[in-house]
């Protein structure tokens, strides 16, 4: 089975700083890439950030993030983390970590992180 662990959200005003974590763990042999989707009530889940586990290949960003969110990875942990700087409100959400295995996407529970003053 797999399991992915999301912790590290919060609340921060605008402008602060943010770095929630997710390890996964189980049935993993196959992963690849891991990354960040965030969901608001009413409104899809959207695509945040996403990062391989192996190889060469490079981060990707939503244009909404791009220059202020930051994804990394240790890979001895199987663990990834969201670096979110400069928060603004509108990226208010649950942030939800995935895992590719193999041919199939896994979901954590979701973190939520609320930016208001």
């Known amino acids: 089975q797999v399991q992915l662990a999301e912790s590290g959200g919060g609340l921060v005003q605008p402008g602060g700083s943010l770095r929630p974590s997710c390890a996964a763990s189980?049935?993993?042999?196959?992963?690849?890439?891991m990354g960040w989707g965030r969901q608001t009530p009413g409104e899809p889940r959207d695509l945040v950030a996403t990062i391989p586990i192996t190889g060469g290949g490079s981060t990707d960003y939503a244009d909404s993030v791009k220059g202020r969110f930051t994804i990394s990875r240790d890979n001895t942990k199987n663990t990834v983390y969201l670096q979110m700087s400069s928060l603004k409100p509108e990226d208010t959400a649950v942030y939800y970590c995935y895992a590719k295995i193999g041919f199939m996407t896994y979901w954590g529970q979701g973190t939520q992180v609320t930016v208001s003053s």
């Open positions: 189980g049935s993993i042999f196959r992963l690849y890439a």
